[in-house]
Each structure stands twice: as structure tokens, then as C-alpha cells.
């Protein structure tokens, strides 16, 4: 039996790879400076799996920026907006990489960015391929041959991993009509196995191809498609052990398919989908080695070592040892590094610490495993030594009396329907409202954040520290949320936000003050590129033991005339951008978060804040991959956010936000979550996702984002009007809000505050345009 992985984090156990990008990308320091940092993050993970006794190490998974933008560079799906960049200059591979990531402003070149978008129901994103219909492929970099030599020369024989093609395609986007994705296999596959023959030459034995979408709704095309792949890398590469992987689903109706590919080994999630075994066992051909994805790759729980090698002695009732690997569930980019870099008790109690297992620690739990399980007198001291080490730790979690609060749960019990619906319909909230708001047509707002300058997060650091104490944090932060109210009334922005400067992140902000939650110091995760997060871990019942915003909303709110919008993260994207409890449905932990929450928007109305956002971006996200579960989902989830929005009178116009999300098969869910106001991410897409909002008549207001922040780019009046034009001819004018797309804590406030002056024009050139257009039809 082999143990392996399907990937490594590869930010590097101190965010190195972060830090270097960022020195890179101003300047700091160059192209070699950084490759080096690259290298040794691979060297050390590298290392660490061969410490670990992990047989099968991969390589390939460490990544600059995005593994799926790896790819598209790979076979050089490059976007002909980047023909320019190339033609211009004598760009490096790296340079024109990062472009596609980040866009280019420089040179009077101005290149926008490759989408971005959600990997799968995580909190990882990656960069959405783009196809023409005359879409071409040729191999343009080398990236899996260089790491696997690489490893190679440091005495490793890595297992190299590539996301799969078919996997490849369906992830990318058609740019332009009149052609299907998936029918660019014929010109990709030759490719693909150009780089699989290079591997191999260099002595690559297996390799891994990531197929997620195996385990997903499939249609009658795509299961073809695979077929034919496969069997085509089989005929081309008769030698080359394909390992197939599928992760965050079962199998379920895709089996007979997935069995009959042929592969050298199949993958499963034995996490997400634990009941799949006893079939796929049933089905396996004696010849497929079977991996067992038994170690949960998206969560930092210990592993349950007498289920997991109850599992593993049934697989090896049907199959022999050699022909069973096991591994975590999915890659472990989505867990933090290493649980030993958590020292603080204070912030990490040692009791719970010994209920957690990070990525350095997973992989001592799947040498154990392999250990325990191969072990073949089960009394032996070792084996049931480290087996009760691991039963402690489950019983003490299991028992401890800092999870359960009966209060709490007998407050989501005593939930009604009616907690979950506001005192009046929206109709007739709308009018109560606009009398008490006395906003213009076409308000402006932000969505929440102002830049987190390096000032800010240095007091920050400085106050966790204990160089700057409470009192003194306090004050330069509320002399910040200050001078941004000073600043927004002055650039003339009608709904005002207070900045959000006192978050380090807006889940882990809350969960730093939620009863049920700890946090760690060092537990990053990549988010996107060199952004990171460091979700917060949900251990036990939730409660707010008190107001967690009213302070900063409250003293921004004394400083102007202007209406100053409360701003709070919602139910659902806590939840989902947390590390969740696994000992209750997702729909328990939600509720109790809903109820503090609502508690937060109740106390804010008090406090005579007459706007409140909740931001969901999350939800979409949260939909599980699987139609057949998405009712089920959508219900709680909606309602979880309602019983947190619901509670205030009809005068409080409640908002929420949502980003990267697409709405055209949930919008009468979106539509139940009845927000007042509804601001979305909308720029990249031209306003394209207000379709879903026009086609369902959807009656309340919406603020589709003017423009995209994740460039340096200062938008002009004009194309901002445009795009409202745009947006008017599907929405009413009088349903429509002018706001940026959402992440403005990550730009300068230099580029903020010319963009958002341009912003301000371009409502007040609507306005002026919709009197004319008024009095013409007088
Ligand atoms: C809206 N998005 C978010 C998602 N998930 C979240 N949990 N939060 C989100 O906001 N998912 C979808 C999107 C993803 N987008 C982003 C956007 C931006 C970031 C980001 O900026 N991340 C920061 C880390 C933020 C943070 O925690 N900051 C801390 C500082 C931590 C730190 O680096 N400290 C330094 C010392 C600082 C100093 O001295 O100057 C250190 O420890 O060395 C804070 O503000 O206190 C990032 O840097 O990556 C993420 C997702
Ligand atoms: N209020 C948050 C929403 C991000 S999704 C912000 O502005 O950063
Ligand atoms: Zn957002």
C-alpha cells in the first residue's frame, strides 16, 4: 500500500511565496530573487513529505499565481489582448504570466485581466481560461517537466500532477459565439500528450491528472469526451501510470464510467462521499489500484484513525495492498501549513489544539495510517499506542464542555417562520423607506472597505504585539474611519460606509468576537494569487457575548449629516469561510450564526443606523456541486440569512452584497433573501449578470458594480455611464444603485478616490440625463 498526496500549500509555512510576489511585483526585487523563493517553498515541501514517509510525492503543485493559469500558459492559451504586451516588448514567460493574472498598465499598454472565479465550492479562485473558436494550443511552457526534474536532481521521483483536460476546458469560458469548449479536445489532447511523453522520457512513472469534474453532473457529451480521452492516452502512452483524481464529490451515477476508463489508478473522496466505497470497491476492475481519499483535505480536524483504517482493512478485503494507495480527500492547498507554528495558548488552547491537524500534520497522519493499517498483529504496542493517542483526542473533543451551550441551542430550536420575514412586504417597505432615506436617483455607495494601507495593518500588528495598546489602536483607528467619512463627503458620495479599517478580514474579524470560534496566527490559506486568509475555526456552539460593530458604526454615523451604512458579514459566508464543526449539520452552525448576527443588526438599529449591508458573498459558493442537493441548500441557507435581516422595522433598509457569482439559476432564491438592496461584482462581466435580475422581474434594488477594482486602473465618467446605460436598459432606472465592484481595501487611496470622484460624475450625469429624458415626455 502506498500513501500520496494530491498537492502541497505552497505559500510557504510564513507566506513566503506571498511576500516575494508582492517584493516583485513593486520592484523590490527581480525575476531570479523570486524564482529562488519558488524553489525553496518546493524544496522544503518536498522535503518535509520525504521526512513524513510519504511514498508518492507530488510535484507540479506548487504554483506563482494559479494551477489552472499554469495550464493555459502550458498550452499557450494566451488571450490575444496579450499579443500586444508580447509583440511590444521581449517579455519574459513570468512577466507575461503574471499579466494574465493581474492585467498590465504600464507602457500605454492598458491589458485587463483574465477572469477570476470560484474553484469548485471553496474559497480558492483561479483564472478562467479563455477560448476562441479558432482556438489553437502548442506547448509554450514547461513548467511540469522543469519541477519534476527539478525534484528529480533532489533525488525524489515526483508523481507530477496536471489538471486533466476535460477538467481544463469545462473550467474555461467561450469568448466569443458559435463554438463548444469541449470540442477543442482534438486540438488540445495532441498537446497534453506531448507534455505526459516529455515527463515520461524524463522518468516519470505516474502522473497525476485532476479530473473534479468526473464526480459532477455530467452531460451525455462529456461522458464521451472522457471516454475518448482517455482511451487515447492509453493508446499513446501505454506505459505511463495514469493516476485519475476526483475530489469534493462521489462518484455516484459517474461510476460505471470512472471504472472503466483506462487508468492505472482512480482517485476517490471518501470525505465528501464516504458511502461510495463499498460501490466503487464492488466495480473496480482487479487491475485499477484504488486511492483512498480518506484524510479531509478541506477541513483541520484530526483524522478518526479507527474509521479511517476500518475503511482501508475493508479495501484490502477486496484488493490486494499493492494495488490500494491512500491520501487526503483533495489536494491540501485549502488547510493551513502547520498546526506546530501555532504557539500562542492564548489564542490557540491546548486543548483544542490537540483536536486539529494542518497540512504537516496530515501527513503524519496518513504515514500512521499506513502504518497502523498495515500492521498485521493489531495488538502490537505501537499500533495501539498511537491508536489511543487519537481516541484521546476524538473523546476529549467529543466530551468537552466548552462545545455544547444549551441556551444557544435551545434558542435555534425556538426559530419560527416569522423570525424570517420582515413586518411588511418589499412593495410596500420600498416607499416607507425612500420617504426616510431622501436619496437621489441613482445613489452612490461603496461597497464597504477602504484601503487597508500598510499604516493600518502595521497597528494592527503593532496592537496584537502589545507595542500600541487598546486605547491608542482605538483612537487611530476611529481617527481613520474619520478622515474617510471627511473624504467621502467631500467627494460627494450619498450612502457612506465607515471603512471597515478595524478588520484584519471580514469573517475572521467576526469570529475573533464570536463565542464558538478560535483563531490561529500563522493559519493562512491562499485565497487568490498572493492573497491570503486565515479562516477562523468553528469548535462549538455560537453566541455574542457582545456588539461587535456598533462602536465604529456608531461614531462614524456622529460625524456626518450623511446616512452611514452598518456593515456586517452574513450567516452563510461566516460559515463557509470558516473551518466548520463536523459533529453537526452546516445548517445548525448557521442558524446560531444567524441569531448573533441578527442580534448585531438589531443593536446597530438601536444605535439609529438606518442602512445595514450584510454581505453573502458566499452563498454561491456554498451551492453544492450536485443539483440534486441545491434545494436543500438554498432553503436553509436563505433562510439563515433572512433570520438575521429580518428582525428590524421597515423603515432599516437592509443590504446585502454578492461577488464573483452568477445568478441565472438561483434567482428566486436571491430573490427570497428579499435585501432591500442588492449590490453586485458586475464590471468584468459588462453587466451581463443583470440579465438573471431582468429576465425574473426581480422587484427590489440593485447596485451593479461600475467598475472593477482589482486593477490600478482609474475608470473613466464616460464608460461608467455606459455601463448604467447598459444596466438601465434591463432595470428600471429607480431600482438602480451606482457603486464600484467590491475589494477596494486592497487598492491605494490614491486610484480610490479619482475613481470614485469619476464615479460620483457618472451618477450625476445620469441623473441630469434621466430630468431631460423626463421632461421631454412631459
Ligand atoms: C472578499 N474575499 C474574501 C474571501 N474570504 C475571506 N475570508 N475574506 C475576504 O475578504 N474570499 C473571497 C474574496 C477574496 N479576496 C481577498 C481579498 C483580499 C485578501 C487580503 O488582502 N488578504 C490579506 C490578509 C488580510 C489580513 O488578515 N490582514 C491582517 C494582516 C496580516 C499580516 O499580514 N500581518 C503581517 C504584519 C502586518 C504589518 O506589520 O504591516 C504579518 O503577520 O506579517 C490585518 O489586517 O491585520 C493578505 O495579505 O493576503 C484576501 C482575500
Ligand atoms: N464589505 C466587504 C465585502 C467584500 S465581499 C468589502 O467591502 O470588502
Ligand atoms: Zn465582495
Same mark, same amino acid.
Given at each position: 500500500?502506498?500513501?500520496?498526496?494530491?498537492?502541497?500549500?505552497?505559500?510557504?509555512?510564513?507566506?513566503?511565496?506571498?511576500?516575494?510576489?508582492?517584493?516583485?511585483?513593486?520592484?523590490?526585487?527581480?525575476?531570479?530573487?523570486?524564482?529562488?523563493?519558488?524553489?525553496?517553498?518546493?524544496?522544503?515541501?518536498?522535503?518535509?513529505?520525504?521526512?513524513?514517509?510519504?511514498?508518492?510525492?507530488?510535484?507540479?503543485?506548487?504554483?506563482?499565481?494559479?494551477?489552472?493559469?499554469?495550464?493555459?500558459?502550458?498550452?499557450?492559451?494566451?488571450?490575444?489582448?496579450?499579443?500586444?504586451?508580447?509583440?511590444?516588448?521581449?517579455?519574459?514567460?513570468?512577466?507575461?504570466?503574471?499579466?494574465?493574472?493581474?492585467?498590465?498598465?504600464?507602457?500605454?499598454?492598458?491589458?485587463?485581466?483574465?477572469?477570476?472565479?470560484?474553484?469548485?465550492?471553496?474559497?480558492?479562485?483561479?483564472?478562467?481560461?479563455?477560448?476562441?473558436?479558432?482556438?489553437?494550443?502548442?506547448?509554450?511552457?514547461?513548467?511540469?517537466?522543469?519541477?519534476?526534474?527539478?525534484?528529480?536532481?533532489?533525488?525524489?521521483?515526483?508523481?507530477?500532477?496536471?489538471?486533466?483536460?476535460?477538467?481544463?476546458?469545462?473550467?474555461?469560458?467561450?469568448?466569443?459565439?458559435?463554438?463548444?469548449?469541449?470540442?477543442?479536445?482534438?486540438?488540445?489532447?495532441?498537446?497534453?500528450?506531448?507534455?505526459?511523453?516529455?515527463?515520461?522520457?524524463?522518468?516519470?512513472?505516474?502522473?497525476?491528472?485532476?479530473?473534479?469534474?468526473?464526480?459532477?453532473?455530467?452531460?451525455?457529451?462529456?461522458?464521451?469526451?472522457?471516454?475518448?480521452?482517455?482511451?487515447?492516452?492509453?493508446?499513446?502512452?501505454?506505459?505511463?501510470?495514469?493516476?485519475?483524481?476526483?475530489?469534493?464529490?462521489?462518484?455516484?451515477?459517474?461510476?460505471?464510467?470512472?471504472?472503466?476508463?483506462?487508468?492505472?489508478?482512480?482517485?476517490?473522496?471518501?470525505?465528501?462521499?464516504?458511502?461510495?466505497?463499498?460501490?466503487?470497491?464492488?466495480?473496480?476492475?482487479?487491475?485499477?489500484?484504488?486511492?483512498?481519499?480518506?484524510?479531509?483535505?478541506?477541513?483541520?480536524?484530526?483524522?478518526?484513525?479507527?474509521?479511517?483504517?476500518?475503511?482501508?482493512?475493508?479495501?484490502?478485503?477486496?484488493?490486494?495492498?499493492?494495488?490500494?494507495?491512500?491520501?487526503?480527500?483533495?489536494?491540501?492547498?485549502?488547510?493551513?501549513?502547520?498546526?506546530?507554528?501555532?504557539?500562542?495558548?492564548?489564542?490557540?488552547?491546548?486543548?483544542?489544539? %490537540?483536536? *486539529?491537524?494542518?497540512?504537516?500534520?496530515? &501527513? !503524519? =497522519?496518513?504515514?500512521?495510517?499506513?502504518?497502523?493499517? +498495515? /500492521?498485521? $498483529?493489531?495488538?502490537?504496542?505501537?499500533?495501539?499506542?498511537?491508536?489511543?493517542?487519537?481516541?484521546?483526542?476524538?473523546?476529549?473533543?467529543?466530551?468537552?464542555?466548552?462545545?455544547?451551550?444549551?441556551?444557544?441551542?435551545?434558542?435555534?430550536?425556538?426559530?419560527?417562520?416569522?423570525?424570517?420575514?420582515?413586518?411588511?412586504?418589499?412593495?410596500?417597505?420600498?416607499?416607507?423607506?425612500?420617504?426616510?432615506?431622501?436619496?437621489?436617483?441613482?445613489?452612490?455607495?461603496?461597497?464597504?472597505?477602504?484601503?487597508?494601507?500598510?499604516?493600518?495593518?502595521?497597528?494592527?500588528?503593532?496592537?496584537?504585539?502589545?507595542?500600541? %495598546?487598546? *486605547?491608542?489602536?482605538?483612537?487611530?483607528? &476611529? !481617527? =481613520?474611519?474619520?478622515?474617510?467619512?471627511?473624504?467621502? +463627503? /467631500?467627494? $460627494?458620495?450619498?450612502?457612506?460606509?465607515?471603512?471597515?479599517?478595524?478588520?484584519?478580514?471580514?469573517?475572521?474579524?467576526?469570529?475573533?468576537?464570536?463565542?464558538?470560534?478560535?483563531?490561529?496566527?500563522?493559519?493562512?490559506?491562499?485565497?487568490?494569487?498572493?492573497?491570503?486568509?486565515?479562516?477562523?475555526?468553528?469548535?462549538?456552539?455560537?453566541?455574542?457575548?457582545?456588539?461587535?460593530?456598533?462602536?465604529?458604526?456608531?461614531?462614524?454615523?456622529?460625524?456626518?449629516?450623511?446616512?452611514?451604512?452598518?456593515?456586517?458579514?452574513?450567516?452563510?459566508?461566516?460559515?463557509?469561510?470558516?473551518?466548520?464543526?463536523?459533529?453537526?449539520?452546516?445548517?445548525?452552525?448557521?442558524?446560531?450564526?444567524?441569531?448573533?448576527?441578527?442580534?448585531?443588526?438589531?443593536?446597530? /438599529?438601536?444605535?439609529?443606523?438606518?442602512?445595514?449591508?450584510?454581505?453573502?458573498?458566499?452563498?454561491?459558493?456554498?451551492?453544492?456541486?450536485?443539483?440534486?442537493?441545491?434545494?436543500?441548500?438554498?432553503?436553509?441557507?436563505?433562510?439563515?440569512?433572512?433570520?438575521?435581516?429580518?428582525?428590524?422595522?421597515?423603515?432599516?433598509?437592509?443590504?446585502?452584497?454578492?461577488?464573483?457569482?452568477?445568478?441565472?439559476?438561483?434567482?428566486?432564491?436571491?430573490?427570497?433573501?428579499?435585501?432591500?438592496?442588492?449590490?453586485?461584482?458586475?464590471?468584468?462581466?459588462?453587466?451581463?449578470?443583470?440579465?438573471?435580475?431582468?429576465?425574473?422581474?426581480?422587484?427590489?434594488?440593485?447596485?451593479?458594480?461600475?467598475?472593477?477594482?482589482?486593477?490600478?486602473?482609474?475608470?473613466?465618467?464616460?464608460?461608467?455611464?455606459?455601463?448604467?446605460?447598459?444596466?438601465?436598459?434591463?432595470?428600471?432606472?429607480?431600482?438602480?444603485?451606482?457603486?464600484?465592484?467590491?475589494?477596494?481595501?486592497?487598492?491605494?487611496?490614491?486610484?480610490?478616490?479619482?475613481?470614485?470622484?469619476?464615479?460620483?460624475?457618472?451618477?450625476?450625469?445620469?441623473?441630469?440625463?434621466?430630468?431631460?429624458?423626463?421632461?421631454?415626455?412631459?
Amino acid at each position: 500500500m502506498q500513501t500520496h498526496i494530491l498537492g502541497y500549500p505552497r505559500i510557504g509555512s510564513q507566506r513566503e511565496l506571498k511576500k516575494a510576489c508582492e517584493q516583485y511585483w513593486s520592484g523590490k526585487i527581480n525575476l531570479d530573487d523570486l524564482h529562488q523563493v519558488g524553489a525553496a517553498i518546493r524544496q522544503s515541501n518536498w522535503k518535509l513529505q520525504q521526512e513524513a514517509g510519504i511514498d508518492l510525492i507530488p510535484s507540479n503543485d506548487f504554483s506563482f499565481y494559479d494551477q489552472v493559469l499554469d495550464m493555459s500558459l502550458t498550452f499557450n492559451a494566451i488571450p490575444d489582448r496579450y499579443q500586444e504586451l508580447i509583440a511590444k516588448k521581449e517579455i519574459a514567460k513570468q512577466e507575461l504570466y503574471f499579466a494574465m493574472a493581474r492585467g498590465y498598465q504600464q507602457d500605454d499598454l492598458d491589458i485587463t485581466a483574465m477572469e477570476m472565479t470560484k474553484w469548485f465550492d471553496t474559497n480558492y479562485h483561479y483564472i478562467v481560461p479563455e477560448f476562441k473558436k479558432d482556438q489553437e494550443f502548442k506547448l509554450f511552457s514547461n513548467k511540469a517537466l522543469d519541477e519534476f526534474l527539478e525534484a528529480k536532481k533532489a533525488g525524489i521521483l515526483t508523481k507530477p500532477v496536471l489538471l486533466g483536460p476535460i477538467t481544463y476546458l469545462v473550467l474555461g469560458k467561450e469568448k466569443e459565439a458559435g463554438f463548444n469548449r469541449l470540442d477543442l479536445i482534438d486540438k488540445l489532447l495532441p498537446v497534453y500528450i506531448e507534455v505526459l511523453k516529455k515527463l515520461q522520457d524524463a522518468g516519470a512513472v505516474w502522473v497525476q491528472l485532476d479530473e473534479p469534474f468526473l464526480a459532477l453532473d455530467l452531460t451525455a457529451k462529456e461522458k464521451e469526451v472522457y471516454k475518448k480521452v482517455y482511451n487515447e492516452l492509453k493508446k499513446q502512452l501505454p506505459e505511463l501510470k495514469i493516476l485519475l483524481a476526483t475530489y469534493f464529490e462521489g462518484l455516484k451515477e459517474n461510476l460505471d464510467l470512472a471504472v472503466s476508463l483506462p487508468v492505472c489508478a482512480l482517485h476517490i473522496d471518501l470525505v465528501r462521499a464516504p458511502q461510495q466505497l463499498q460501490e466503487v470497491l464492488d466495480k473496480t476492475p482487479n487491475d485499477l489500484t484504488l486511492s483512498l481519499g480518506i484524510i479531509d483535505g478541506r477541513n483541520i480536524w484530526k483524522n478518526d484513525y479507527q474509521d479511517s483504517v476500518a475503511f482501508i482493512r475493508k479495501a484490502l478485503k477486496s484488493k490486494t495492498s499493492n494495488r490500494i494507495m491512500i491520501a487526503p480527500s483533495c489536494s491540501l492547498l485549502h488547510v493551513p501549513c502547520d498546526l506546530d507554528l501555532e504557539t500562542n495558548e492564548t489564542v490557540l488552547t491546548p486543548e483544542i489544539k %490537540n483536536w *486539529l491537524a494542518f497540512a504537516k500534520q496530515k &501527513l !503524519e =497522519e496518513l504515514a500512521t495510517l499506513k502504518a497502523i493499517s +498495515e /500492521e498485521d $498483529d493489531v495488538n502490537a504496542v505501537a499500533t495501539m499506542e498511537k491508536l489511543h493517542v487519537n481516541l484521546d483526542a476524538l473523546k476529549s473533543k467529543k466530551e468537552s464542555q466548552r462545545i455544547h451551550k444549551p441556551e444557544v441551542k435551545q434558542r435555534t430550536a425556538r426559530i419560527t417562520k416569522k423570525d424570517a420575514q420582515r413586518n411588511k412586504a418589499f412593495s410596500e417597505r420600498k416607499s416607507i423607506q425612500h420617504k426616510a432615506l431622501k436619496l437621489p436617483l441613482f445613489p452612490t455607495t461603496t461597497i464597504g472597505s477602504f484601503p487597508q494601507t500598510k499604516e493600518v495593518r502595521s497597528w494592527r500588528a503593532q496592537f496584537k504585539k502589545g507595542t500600541v %495598546n487598546a *486605547l491608542e489602536y482605538e483612537n487611530l483607528l &476611529l !481617527e =481613520e474611519t474619520e478622515q474617510c467619512i471627511r473624504w467621502q +463627503e /467631500e467627494i $460627494d458620495l450619498d450612502v457612506l460606509v465607515h471603512g471597515e479599517f478595524e478588520r484584519n478580514d471580514m469573517v475572521e474579524y467576526f469570529g475573533e468576537q464570536l463565542n464558538g470560534f478560535v483563531f490561529t496566527k500563522m493559519g493562512w490559506v491562499q485565497s487568490y494569487g498572493s492573497r491570503c486568509v486565515k479562516p477562523p475555526i468553528i469548535y462549538g456552539d455560537i453566541d455574542r457575548p457582545e456588539a461587535m460593530t456598533v462602536k465604529w458604526s456608531s461614531y462614524a454615523q456622529g460625524l456626518t449629516s450623511k446616512i452611514v451604512k452598518g456593515m456586517l458579514t452574513g450567516p452563510v459566508t461566516i460559515l463557509q469561510w470558516s473551518f466548520v464543526r463536523n459533529d453537526q449539520p452546516r445548517s445548525e452552525t448557521c442558524n446560531q450564526i444567524a441569531l448573533a448576527i441578527r442580534d448585531e443588526v438589531l443593536d446597530l /438599529e438601536k444605535a439609529g443606523i438606518r442602512i445595514i449591508q450584510i454581505d453573502e458573498p458566499a452563498i454561491r459558493e456554498g451551492l453544492p456541486l450536485r443539483k440534486t442537493e441545491w434545494q436543500a441548500y438554498l432553503k436553509w441557507a436563505v433562510n439563515a440569512f433572512c433570520i438575521s435581516a429580518a428582525g428590524v422595522s421597515d423603515q432599516t433598509q437592509i443590504h446585502t452584497h454578492m461577488c464573483y457569482s452568477e445568478f441565472n439559476d438561483i434567482i428566486e432564491h436571491i430573490a427570497a433573501m428579499d435585501a432591500d438592496v442588492i449590490t453586485i461584482e458586475c464590471s468584468r462581466s459588462q453587466m451581463e449578470l443583470l440579465d438573471a435580475f431582468a429576465k425574473f422581474e426581480y422587484p427590489n434594488e440593485i447596485g451593479p458594480g461600475v467598475y472593477d477594482i482589482h486593477a490600478p486602473r482609474v475608470p473613466s465618467v464616460k464608460e461608467m455611464v455606459a455601463l448604467m446605460e447598459k444596466a438601465k436598459l434591463v432595470i428600471p432606472e429607480k431600482q438602480l444603485w451606482v457603486n464600484p465592484d467590491c475589494g477596494l481595501k486592497t487598492r491605494h487611496w490614491e486610484e480610490t478616490r479619482k475613481a470614485l470622484e469619476a464615479m460620483v460624475e457618472a451618477a450625476k450625469t445620469l441623473r441630469v440625463a434621466s430630468e431631460k429624458e423626463r421632461l421631454v415626455t412631459l
